[in-house]
């Protein structure tokens, strides 16, 4: 009896498809055949690592589109407030045009400083500047918790994806030598489809948690040169509001 007489029976003790046998004797292999001749446990890990990895992948456009409108919008915005007028010119300008997170701190410390002046509290200067800076201080921690969403499923993905496969390699390779054991001396071309089953998981894992990492570090650089642009110009804002207020409004 020939060799590939006997590696469809071969193969159905180690657990791999006698198609999968026949492309390795001819040299190819199919991804499909991969993924659908694998153990239950491995399958399932593939099916978890491409979830991650289009959820990952949804995330990255996500966030590159709302970090690209950040940066065009805060440099409208910037070139609007230092355009040389008044803040009750930039009030009124500005009134409803809250798209920025600029504009949103704008609006809510400039709220606050007329609503000190509608309301005085007798000479309590000192007081109006820290209310008006608690308020900045809120709506900037607010607008950098939405910026931040996702980060952590990125984080999540890049550091674990790589171990859930090597866990699904692992797995696919006990279950290969545990079915040679049983069976005996097997010809090496029946063990080249279960390994690299198993090796695809490392494969998916890896696919998964690349991008995953690339993008997590150049979006957190990307969000802590924001936070840095944001929390300068609210002290700008703090020192502008802190004049007039020391002027009596």
Do not use: C
């Amino acid at each position: 009896m020939s060799l590939l007489q006997i590696l469809p029976e071969i193969s159905l003790n180690i657990g791999v498809s006698p198609m999968l046998i026949a492309n390795a004797s001819a040299g190819g292999f199919s991804l499909i055949e991969l993924f659908t001749s694998a153990d239950w446990v491995v399958k399932s890990i593939m099916i978890g690592l491409a979830i991650a990895s289009i959820w990952s992948w949804a995330i990255i456009i996500d966030k590159t589109i709302n970090f690209h409108l950040l940066k065009k919008r805060a440099a409208s915005f910037e070139e609007t407030f230092w355009s040389g007028r008044t803040l009750d010119e930039l009030a009124e300008g500005l009134a409803g045009d809250t798209r920025d997170p600029m504009g949103r701190v704008f609006t809510a410390a400039m709220r606050e400083f007329k609503e000190s002046q509608v309301n005085p509290r007798g000479n309590d200067v000192g007081g109006t500047r820290e209310r008006i800076d608690r308020v900045m201080g809120l709506v900037v921690n607010r607008e950098l918790a939405k910026t931040e969403r996702g980060m952590t499923v990125l984080a999540t993905v890049g550091s674990a994806s790589v171990f859930i496969g090597l866990l699904g390699t692992v797995w696919g390779i006990m279950n290969t030598f545990r079915a040679i054991d049983t069976r005996g001396n097997i010809d090496v071309l029946t063990i080249i489809p279960g390994i690299m089953e198993a090796l695809f998981a490392t494969a998916l894992g890896l696919v998964a948690a690349i991008p995953a990492v690339i993008f997590y570090n150049k979006f957190t650089t990307d969000l802590d040169r924001y936070a840095g642009r944001l929390d300068g110009y609210t002290d700008e804002l703090s020192a502008i509001l802190s004049r007039k207020i020391g002027k009596g409004g």
